[in-house]
């Protein structure tokens, strides 16, 4: 006698093989759009979970797969262009962040400060190359072995002609900027208790004040006055350290004594190897090319002849 499970195990297989014959069939009868018809596509996709349907995407293999020629073959640009708000889309995009982002205006920057700094080197090769041909002239005069001279000046005694510049940069900036001050503190002074201060002797002393203020804090602070730094000259001790403001006292005072005998105390500047006028001489001071973070430079071609006829390298 068969056991009870074995006699159940066979009706039931042969009951699934009927029933997989029979769904076969049916497949095979029924019509795919018949059964589409009955199907109610919303309530199926609200049944769906996309979230757990995206996670089974494998994104690479799907992008590796699309074939970009193609698809960009089949869009018509034209009427998607023809669809584009532009004017939405300008109102929404923040201009001034995507500006700073591009990093243009540092570029716009950074060009301008390169250009500025191209100038004024341009200008200062041009003096350090005047002093180069006046110590020529002069050495000739002399007789004297002129000095081998390289492109780089960097740290070499400055010429009459770059410290006459210099000079003349700074009497300008003085000038300028007590004549501003003077007449901004006179309108305040009338305007409010009518008192006029721009008389002839309160204003020469003044001026002078102020001129011995600017030079002495400059040099003593920097080195170098505004005008010196222009032109790329800087105030060393004659060892070629900083300046102490004891020395940058006594060139202050100095300055005057070189200027006021006919300007005889700037002669030697001319004739003098180091190129000291009296007040450096006072000072214990030189005066040297220096242009920062730069090279000074004498021009190329007035380089390359001095070494040719004075035995430099260029």
């Given amino acids: 006698m068969d056991h009870p499970e074995r006699v ?3 009706p039931g297989g042969v009951l699934g093989r ?6 076969g069939r049916v497949i095979e009868t029924v019509q795919p759009d018949v059964v589409l018809s009955h199907i109610d596509l919303d309530a199926l996709l609200d049944r769906v979970d996309i979230n757990r349907v995206l996670s089974r995407v494998d994104l690479d293999a799907l992008i590796d797969r699309i074939d970009v020629e193609r698809l960009m073959d089949r869009v018509d640009v034209e009427r998607l262009l023809e669809r584009v708000d532009l004017d939405r889309l300008l109102e929404r995009v923040d201009v001034e962040s995507l500006v700073r982002r591009s990093g243009v205006p540092q570029i716009v920057v950074e060009s301008q400060t390169r250009l500025a700094g ?3 080197d341009l200008v200062r090769r041009q ?14 005069l002399l007789r004297r072995e ?32 007590f004549t501003i001050g003077l007449a901004g503190i006179n309108l305040l002074t009338t ?13 020469t002393i003044a001026l002078a004040v102020f001129a011995f203020g600017y030079a002495f804090g400059f040099l003593a602070v920097a080195g170098r006055t505004p005008g010196q730094g222009i032109v790329g000259l800087r105030v060393i001790r004659t060892d070629g350290g900083a300046i102490h403001p004891g020395q940058a006292l006594r060139w202050v005072i100095g300055f005057p004594i070189s200027v006021i ?8 500047v001319v004739f003098q190897r180091e190129h000291r006028a009296l007040h450096d001489l006072i000072a214990g001071t030189v005066i040297v090319y220096d242009w920062g973070d730069r090279p000074a430079e004498l021009p190329g071609p007035l380089s390359a002849f001095l070494a040719r006829h004075e035995g430099g390298s260029p």
């Fill in 127 to 140: 003096l350090a190359g005047l002093d180069a041909i006046l110590n020529r002239g002069v050495s000739r």
């Fill in 118 to 120: 191209s100038l004024v």
């Fill in 261 to 268: 005998p006919l300007g005889l105390g700037f002669v030697p």
């Fill in 146 to 177: 002129p000095a081998p001279r390289s492109r780089t000046v960097t740290g070499e005694y400055a010429g009459a002609v770059s410290r006459a510049i210099a000079t003349t940069l700074d009497i300008l900036i003085i000038a300028t900027t």
């Fill in 8 to 10: 159940n195990a066979r």
């Fill in 18 to 23: 009927f029933a997989g014959k029979v769904t």
């Fill in 191 to 203: 305007s409010f208790w009518g008192v006029e201060v721009r008389h002839a002797l309160p204003a």
